[in-house]
């Protein structure tokens, strides 16, 4: 037996896939089994007949984006609920301009005074980098391959690591390709980028899992890829949800499965640790409006040493009040890394693993607000 094969027995139990995983992540099950069309192909069914969106304003490409939103989800709840099979699906014309090229419309917009990220760094990415994610419209990837050391429900996972971050934590993993050599990967174009998926799609993957770094700078190429992209796969999005609310309207309608990180219950940890401003009250208003919109969703958390009082237990709270369906991959595994190591003083607090007492006051807090986690966190 292969290193590989044993990881995948050692990570599939049988209660992978629970009736409470797969009533929650049931679309997501679907598509990765190809019984369902992913969102992306059914964004482009639906559309205009103009062939140019260049005369429109911003305010105007909203309204249509708005228009078609309205109709996507009249076709999504057919296709899902089985009212249009996916042979009648399949044979639905592709219109001349489709949702999927207004919102890349949209981002192209956008970035002509970047407001992609909460950073709202208001430079124009045709012209220079943004200031925090260091990013002109340039897509650098880093890495892809079948990932199978993720959540049991997602491997093996097609993932694609994008070079860069507009998060600076200090004890960032990924520090490598975050933030010491952003650009040392590979530049992709969008063809080149759906060619990677194809790739990993052909190749076993269960999901294509965008993550870095960060996606979200790298909106355009991605939403691009998609329109090129010729077989059916899930498209997960694995991210830090620091993006605004405009960029996040741009994605619902094409992410099948969300797999964002809530790291921080309060906004001062976070400022002190990953350098950023406001972030629980924004990274919990785009979980709300993910969750509210029902989609299958799977939260990361990071269990820190000494931040169980004023970080796990808040996001728990608020995960079981604000989204009881979200299942929690409570993460076991912070290690001290990047800053935390060549600045021990100022890091002291997080510069160690969490202690099993820790970990299981975690573990016990989730249990009492009926949090479901066991299949996920393994
Ligand atoms: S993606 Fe965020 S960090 Fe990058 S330029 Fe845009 S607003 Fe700034």
């Not at 996916?86 to 639905?92: A, G, S």
Request: aromatic content about 10%; charged content about 30%; hydrophobic content about 35%.
């Amino acid at each position: 037996m292969y290193d590989f094969e044993w990881i995948l027995m050692r990570r599939i139990s049988p209660d992978t896939w629970s009736s409470r995983v797969l009533e929650r992540l049931k679309w997501y099950y679907e598509v990765m089994i190809d019984r369902k069309p992913a969102k992306f192909l059914i964004c482009r069914k639906v559309g205009l007949g103009d062939s140019s969106l260049s005369g429109y304003t911003y305010e105007e490409l909203l309204d249509i984006h708005n228009r078609l939103s309205n109709e996507f989800k009249k076709l999504f709840e057919d296709v899902r609920y089985d009212k249009l099979s996916l042979k009648e699906f399949k044979r639905l014309e592709e219109p001349k301009t489709t949702y999927l090229d207004v919102k890349i419309e949209l981002v192209k917009r956008i970035l002509r005074s970047c407001s992609l990220c909460e950073w709202r760094c208001g430079v124009n990415r045709y012209e220079v980098k943004g200031i925090m994610c260091r990013l002109d419209t340039r897509t650098y990837v880093s890495s892809y391959f079948l990932h199978v050391g993720e959540e049991p429900q997602l491997i093996p996972s097609g993932t694609i690591f994008y070079g860069s971050c507009n998060f600076r934590c200090v004890f960032c993993q990924n520090y490598e390709i975050s933030q010491v050599r952003p650009y040392d990967g590979i530049e992709v174009n969008p063809k080149e980028l759906s060619l990677i998926q194809k790739y990993l799609r052909e190749s076993g993957a269960k999901n294509i899992n965008h993550v870095g770094g960060e996606p979200t700078p790298n909106l355009l190429t991605i939403l691009e890829s998609l329109k090129l992209l010729d077989v059916n796969v899930p498209q997960l999005w694995n991210s830090n949800l620091y993006l605004t609310t405009q960029s996040l309207t741009i994605l619902l309608d094409v992410i099948d499965i969300w797999l964002p990180d809530f790291k921080y219950g309060n906004n001062v940890c976070a400022q002190r640790l990953s350098k950023v401003k406001n972030y629980f009250d924004i990274v919990s208003r785009n979980h709300k409006i993910i969750c509210e919109n029902k989609d299958p969703i799977i939260i990361r958390h990071l269990v820190m040493p000494n931040h169980v009082e004023c970080c796990s237990k808040p996001i728990l709270e608020w995960i079981a009040s604000n989204c009881p369906h979200a299942l929690v991959n409570i993460m076991d595994q912070y290690r001290p890394e990047y800053l935390v190591i060549t600045k021990a003083e100022e890091y002291r607090d997080i510069a160690r693993r969490p202690s099993h007492k820790e970990l299981e006051e975690v573990y016990e807090y989730a249990r009492k607000l009926k949090i479901a986690f066991e299949e996920v966190s393994k």
